[in-house]
């Protein structure tokens, strides 16, 4: 079985899920309470008063829809140079932990330079991005130091060569859904669509969806067709003694089948559903990666590693169960920092027969791992979500006092914030939390 992108599953209405009645469901701090949960939220401020004072903290936090707009291309991505000072003022209270990748032409990296005045190199000033990239697999020090613990060197040379398979397969299977385009336009579609990066080549969609706007049925089109295309990269990894080094992260996703494969979320109005499907090795999972970011605090902190030297996502356990009896067996409670998870993609929608929510999303695993390590170690993990629907792709609202597309009235994964406003709310809130804990301001 390929292991999936997200713990959860399909949940039957009316019916119990592990964790439901335990600590995920109960009430906390004071705020706004909202129709999808029984959850009273706090605002930002009272996350940034709560925070101020914390001095064991580690703050997990995904980065596109967070600290950045979606956009259709990638490649016109932009980060603020505040916010980039204000990760380097939090220094090893803050990691960043993400689907996409650090280096390359399409590297967060180059976010970072370009956000910096010539004044700052981030090698020397150590303002790169701390944490893992491509779901855990791809690990950076501030100073942009790289690796890649447990990735072989064969894996390496498959997907160097998967972009190029990926636009192959693109240019034969576009011409069922754009009939009257050319060639040459044809090709077009399928180079801007394929994300050629490093560890996971991934397919977006963004830019053909902007193509057919408001045509559903050819964007469902377009995400079967992706998909199958997928699966055929899938299996050509199998015939060169690769089998089981890759999945397929469906991005936004419904959850896990009976067979651990990620659902598709299809199109509708208003919301095109799944845009990307990333290539990406086994094993890196965001709650795998949090583990291996929190062995790495363990061992700044007190200078011990509790999972081992060599720990890394690909030899970390994939459920949930077995991550927290990991971290139990391991960390005494009471050296547990106050863990903070800041995503933007979590999804829960009916499943179409009604009898069940199908739950899922690339950070809804990471997320609901920490109020669990919380009611372990007696300590107040917040879950933090911002609105990613403000940029160039259709999701749904933090707004809607329903969360419709997010969460649902049964779902045991607490929303303890929403910035409702976006990134930019976010990253005026992550710049104050950065100038109130740290002794000496920062400047771009």
């Not at 498959?158 to 336009?185: T, V, Y």
């Not at 291996?292 to 060599?310: I, K």
């Not at 890394?312 to 009471?334: F, G, M, S, Y």
Request: aromatic share 6%; hydrophobic share 40%; with cysteine.
């Amino acid at each position: 079985m390929l292991p999936g992108r997200t713990w959860s599953r399909g949940v039957r209405l009316g019916g119990s899920w592990p964790g439901a009645d335990g600590p995920l469901g109960t009430t906390v701090g004071s705020g706004r309470l909202d129709a999808a949960s029984a959850v009273q939220r706090l605002s930002p401020d009272q996350l940034l008063q709560e925070l101020c004072g914390v001095e064991d903290l580690l703050i997990v936090q995904d980065l596109d829809g967070v600290c950045m707009q979606l956009v259709n291309d990638p490649l016109t991505r932009q980060m603020d140079g505040a916010y980039v000072m204000a990760a380097g003022q939090l220094g090893d209270t803050f990691a960043v932990l993400t689907n996409g990748e650090h280096e390359g032409r399409r590297g967060v990296n180059r976010l970072v330079e370009k956000a910096l005045s010539a004044d700052h190199d981030p090698a020397q000033a150590g303002l790169y991005l701390r944490g893992l990239a491509a779901g855990g697999v791809q690990f950076q020090d501030r100073y942009g130091q790289l690796s890649h613990p447990g990735v072989s060197e064969a894996e390496i040379a498959f997907l160097a060569a998967a972009p190029l398979r990926m636009e192959a397969l693109l240019k034969d299977g576009l011409p069922e859904i754009f009939p009257l385009h050319s060639l040459e336009q044809i090709a077009q579609l399928a180079h801007a669509a394929v994300l050629d990066t490093q560890v996971s080549p991934t397919v977006n969609l963004n830019g053909i969806f902007a193509a057919i706007p408001e045509d559903v049925e050819k964007q469902r089109m377009m995400q079967t067709l992706l998909q199958r295309l997928m699966e055929t990269l899938l299996a050509d990894a199998e015939k060169q003694g690769l089998e089981g080094s890759f999945f397929l992260h469906v991005a936004p996703n419904l959850g896990r089948n009976a067979d651990g494969m990620e659902r598709l979320k299809p199109a509708v109005q208003g919301d095109v559903g799944t845009t990307d499907i990333q290539f990406m090795l086994s094993g890196s999972i965001k709650e795998a990666g949090l583990l291996v970011l929190l062995n790495q605090y363990m061992a700044r902190r007190y200078g011990e590693v509790p999972f081992g030297d060599d720990f890394n996502v690909r030899v970390a356990p994939q459920t949930h169960d077995a991550l927290l009896k990991l971290v139990q067996d391991r960390i005494p409670a009471e050296r547990m920092p106050l863990l903070v998870g800041v995503g933007d993609t979590v999804t829960s929608n009916p499943s179409a027969d009604g009898a069940t929510w199908l739950r899922g999303g690339s950070d809804r695993g990471f997320l609901t791992l920490l109020p669990a390590l919380g009611a372990w170690s007696g300590r107040e993990n917040r879950v933090v979500v911002v609105d990613s629907s403000h940029g160039e792709v259709d999701r749904p609202s933090l707004s809607d006092p329903a969360l419709t597309g997010i969460s649902d009235p049964e779902d045991p994964l607490r929303l303890d914030v929403l910035m409702t406003a976006g990134p930019k709310q976010y990253i005026n809130w992550f710049c104050q939390l950065a100038a109130q804990r740290s002794p000496s301001p920062a400047t771009i």
